[in-house]
């Protein structure tokens, strides 16, 4: 989830800048604020339980993408850029779900993660819907 709201923030903050659409702009402020929120909260959760996250293969092939999905967003602009943009959050926003669902809740035995997790997936799932409702007017 950490990898995630990082290249959430770091897409976000580069479309937000160079877009001239202004419902790009605020999908991209909105994925900015919502991932830097949640970003907080699991620190903060971490620290509380004296938690340092460690990287697995999935939270690096995560940053990978993310690294390649900025290398791709830097090249293009306009509408090319906002098009992309969506289809890579379509994409990564349909992966946390996955991860989530398949992996993340089943698997989480402490509380206030659960809780943390099932109060943000709605949240994630109604970014996924945006993404695909903006990419369908592109």
């Not at 090249?75 to 090319?80: D, V």
């Not at 943009?85 to 990564?92: K, T």
Request: hydrophobic share 40%; charged share 25%.
């Amino acid at each position: 989830v950490a990898a995630a709201n990082m290249a959430e923030i770091s897409a976000g903050s580069y479309v937000w800048n160079l877009s001239e659409d202004g419902n790009i702009k605020k999908f991209a402020e909105q994925m900015v604020r919502e991932s830097s929120a949640l970003s907080k909260s699991t620190s903060a959760l971490a620290s509380k339980f004296k938690i340092t996250p460690e990287k697995s293969d999935s939270s690096r092939a995560m940053e990978m993408e993310s690294k390649k999905n900025l290398a791709t967003l830097g090249k293009l602009s306009g509408h090319e850029l906002d098009k992309v943009y969506l289809q890579q959050e379509v994409s990564a926003d349909q992966s946390v779900l996955d991860t989530i669902d398949k992996s993340l809740l089943p698997n989480v035995s402490n509380v206030e993660l659960k809780n943390l997790l099932e109060k943000t997936r709605p949240a994630i799932a109604a970014r996924l819907e945006l993404a695909r409702k903006l990419a369908g007017t592109m």
